[in-house]
């Protein structure tokens, strides 16, 4: 696998930054759609950032790390499948508003066994991380399937610790 960096301005270079800017775009707007005052995002550095910083750092990463292929891959990976699973969600929290949805949520869990929900969580970021394993094997180290796959289990731990944060949180504003 090539793990070098390509020429600035080149066509592979604007493809990747295009990429990028597609990726962390998507992730920027589902996560506007989902907590436009970011009540919800469960990343505390980018909470803290807010909007503004945070599209400009993202402007600047995605400028640099167009540069290196394998880690610029796993980047739009991860930010494609982070603003899939807002949106899976985003509606419901629109709906309700970004607090009552805490409220609701929290409600939730105090009423489940957190056991099973962390069987839950636990079971589905293994199995999408497995997918991830799965591709990074059978890439044959080629740069494409192999960062993608890696991009996958990036989401995979992302999902769990931002979920696991999140629900601690949840949890000890209840107790």
Known sequence: MENEFVPFGSRFYQILLFLLLFSRGMDFLSTWIATPNLVLEANPLAKKMGWKFGILLNLVISALFARWPLPAIVIITTSVLVAARNLQSAWLMRSLGESAYRVWMAERLATVDLRLYLLCLFGQTALTAA????????????LIPFAIGMGIITYSFAVTVYTLLSVWRLRRRTV
């Not at 591709?135 to 180290?141: D, I, P, R, T, V």
């Open 131 to 142: 997918v991830g394993l799965a591709l990074m094997y059978f890439s044959q180290m080629r």
